[in-house]
């Protein structure tokens, strides 16, 4: 198909962000990102699998600040994306779709991600005996 | 009246060609990955700093093996299903968009196979 010079009718950009179109794009955001988040589950198990010095180093790595950083990013991508992922699954069903109702989800798949995210992280402490 | 061929409703594909089959795969994956995802940021937890002895000791555990095997599997297929959505959205050159989705799904059966094998010969291997 030929489309020329045709004027482009006027994209996304032009439009205020709300929840709606921020927690959309956030579930396509967050699988990306979850999918870098897959390669290093690969590297880890295949860490283990070459041997106990590879395992220290990408556990080394996992504990600095800045793998700490990307765990951290990666969780709450993980509990959005779930949270997100049940709240397609109820629309999927057809319910939920009223606007209050796509609000109230809205928010509460937010606020649950982000107070489950920080659940795990107290619990992954908790494991280390608060050693750092 | 509907210009619809017989042919054209029997098959029930629609102008994508595609049918449900990529969709329904989708929701399913998505039902596995709800308890598998979940139990897998649990044993991150439990896991935090560990070392590999330790990481032997807990894939050998009851299950582990099991539920880990079925977390990539059903991981990678809903990562290359997802992906793919978003190559088809944004890639608008026939070539290059083919090429990504080729590469996807290649990518997604080496990383899934790929992380099978680190967990058998991290369980059963020295």
């Known amino acids: 198909m030929s489309t020329g010079n045709r004027p482009l009718s006027p994209h996304l950009q032009v439009y205020k962000p709300q929840l709606t179109s921020v927690l959309s794009i956030l579930h396509r955001m967050t699988g990306v990102g979850l999918a870098v988040g897959a390669l290093m589950l690969v590297y880890w198990l295949n860490a283990a699998a070459y041997g106990p010095e590879a395992f220290e180093r990408t556990q080394a790595f996992l504990a600095h600040w800045f793998g700490k950083l990307l765990l951290f990013g990666w969780t709450w991508a993980l509990f959005y994306h779930l949270c ?45 005996g608060g050693s750092y | 009246m509907s210009l619809r061929t017989d042919l054209g409703r029997v098959r029930g594909l629609g102008s994508a060609k595609d049918g449900t089959a990529h969709w329904w795969s989708q929701r399913v994956t998505a039902v596995a990955l709800i308890p598998l995802s979940l139990w897998f940021i649990y044993s991150a937890v439990t896991l935090v700093g560990i070392d590999r002895a330790g990481f032997k000791v807990w894939l050998n555990a009851p299950g582990s093996i099991l539920l880990m095997s079925l977390f990539v599997i059903a991981l990678f297929y809903h990562m290359q299903l997802g992906l793919q959505v978003v190559v088809e959205d944004y890639v608008h050159n026939e070539r290059n968009k083919i090429f990504l989705l080729v590469l996807n799904k290649l990518v997604a059966v080496f990383f899934a196979v790929s992380s099978i094998i680190a967990i058998i010969k991290v369980a059963f291997g020295g």
């Open chain 1, 84 to 128: 997100n992922g049940i709240r397609h699954m109820f629309w999927d069903a057809g319910k939920g779709l009223e606007l209050p109702q796509v609000y109230l989800t809205g928010w509460l798949v937010y606020i649950a991600s982000v107070v489950l995210t920080l659940l795990a992280w107290t619990a992954g402490y908790g494991m280390l």
